[in-house]
Nanobody
């Protein structure tokens, strides 16, 4: 069974930074595409960034140049470094592992950007 546990969310002022972490259990991590999604109130869940097993990354246009996704296969963990945060980045951030055609989701962590 795959379990994903996110951490690192919180309240931050505009222009600030946060580092989100997602720890994965199970043996799929090294071969899974790992991603971060977010869902703001009243909006659909959207892709923020993902990274494949080879380290290739993909970002939403809205976060390019501000967010960085990375993974540590030795620790089964994926990270999202979020810099220059804006109020519109406020959302619940979800970790996803995509493996053998199936997505697995974490429970989400709240990020609030406000002064």
């Amino acid at each position: 069974q795959v379990q994903l546990v996110e951490s690192g969310g919180g309240l931050v002022q505009p222009g600030g930074s946060l580092r989100l972490s997602c720890a994965a259990s199970g043996s799929i991590f090294s071969s899974a595409v790992m991603g971060w999604y977010r869902q703001a109130p009243g909006k659909q869940r959207e892709l923020v960034a993902n990274i494949n097993s080879g380290g290739s990354t993909n970002y939403a246009d809205s976060v390019k140049g501000r967010f960085t996704i990375s993974r540590d296969n030795a620790w089964n963990t994926v990270y999202l470094q979020a810099n220059s945060l804006k109020p519109e980045d406020t959302a619940v951030y979800y970790c996803q592992a995509f493996w053998r055609g199936r997505p697995y989701w974490g429970q989400g962590t709240q990020v609030t950007v406000s002064s």
